[in-house]
């Protein structure tokens, strides 16, 4: 069982950053592959991007691509989604997920712990 809690959220202006954080507790989070989904009232929870064992096995949404950053520390037992340039539409509470394996996949369905999600508020 692995036990994720998010921060890192709050209220920015556009083309400002943030850094989210998801810090695991339970397991050993070395050997699990954690994505950042988001989601906004009346749509479905979208990717992000994830993060796999190694730090540099890494996937992103097109729209976030160059302007969003995923790594890890695993001393740490934490994930970490750096997010740069950011723009109104990329308001939404923002989730981490972990799975117990080597891949990241970019279907939600294909997490099994979930945090608790933070509000990510990006004004104009």
């Known amino acids: 069982q692995v036990q994720l809690v998010v921060s890192g959220g709050g209220l920015v202006q556009a083309g400002g950053s943030l850094r989210l954080s998801c810090a695991a507790s339970g397991r050993t989070f070395s050997s699990y592959s954690v994505g950042w989904f988001r989601q906004t009232p009346g749509k479905d929870r979208e990717f992000v991007a994830g993060?796999?064992?190694?730090?540099?096995?890494?996937n992103y949404a097109d729209d976030v691509k160059g302007r969003f950053t995923a790594s890890r520390d695993n001393a740490k037992n934490t994930v970490y989604l750096q997010m740069n340039s950011l723009k109104p539409e990329d308001t939404a509470v923002y989730y981490c997920?972990?799975?117990?394996?080597?891949?990241?996949?970019?279907?939600?369905?294909?997490?099994?712990?979930w945090g608790q999600g933070t509000q990510v508020t990006v004004s104009s």
């Open positions: 997920a972990a799975r117990s394996s080597i891949v990241v996949v970019t279907h939600q369905l294909g997490y099994s712990y």
């Open positions: 993060i796999g064992w190694s730090a540099s096995d890494t």
